[in-house]
């Protein structure tokens, strides 16, 4: 994350708005969707999915988007959604925690403990073998594994515990960036 770990505890509701608006021209409508949402988020949660927004899911989007207009583009998708605890649990699906098990790499001792990017407890044992396959197969063949992303569905893989092809997950945050 782009911030301190801290502030996911001590944000207001008036940072969640600043954060907003650092980033997007109607900052109310905008918080006001992810609070329909994730009911019940904490003030430094939403700031934080705002945040991951406005750095990296908006623009990857709308990339995905364009690159799927192209007939020929073989784009395909994934949400990387298991949650590491590093960090008492608040590292949670962080951008690049999925880099170990891409190159599965996740017994390297480095990257265990509490404040380390995988956290203190083991991962899924098949979870790494599994990423890190999917991986290959793509860079062999230009499939992963699972359909292609369009406009029409916007099938994306969600990988955790378990796989689960979503189509356009969290659409009502999707439309509120565009």
């Known amino acids: 994350m782009?911030?301190?770990?801290?502030?996911?505890?001590?944000?207001t509701e008036e940072d969640v708005l600043a954060a907003a608006a650092r980033s997007h021209p109607a900052p109310e409508k905008l918080v006001e969707?992810?609070?329909?949402?994730?009911?019940?988020?904490?003030?430094?949660r939403l700031r934080s999915a705002i945040m991951t927004d406005a750095l990296f899911g908006a623009g990857t989007r709308r990339l995905a988007a364009a690159h799927a207009r192209h007939p020929s583009s073989g784009t395909h998708v994934y949400e990387f959604a298991w949650r590491s605890e590093a960090l008492d649990g608040r590292l949670g699906a962080a951008h690049v925690v999925e880099l170990p098990f891409v190159f599965d790499r996740t017994g390297l001792p480095g990257l265990h403990g509490p404040q380390a990017i995988l956290g203190p407890a083991e991962p899924p044992a098949d979870l790494a073998p599994r990423v890190h396959a999917t991986w290959i197969r793509f860079a062999r063949t230009g499939d992963p594994g699972w359909p292609r992303y369009d406009s029409a569905h916007r099938t994306t893989m969600r990988i955790a515990r378990t796989w689960t092809r979503v189509a356009d997950p969290a659409a009502r945050i999707r439309l509120a960036w565009d």
């Open 2 to 11: 782009c911030y301190r770990v801290g502030h996911l505890t001590s944000s």
């Open 33 to 44: 969707v992810y609070r329909q949402e994730r009911p019940g988020a904490s003030a430094g």
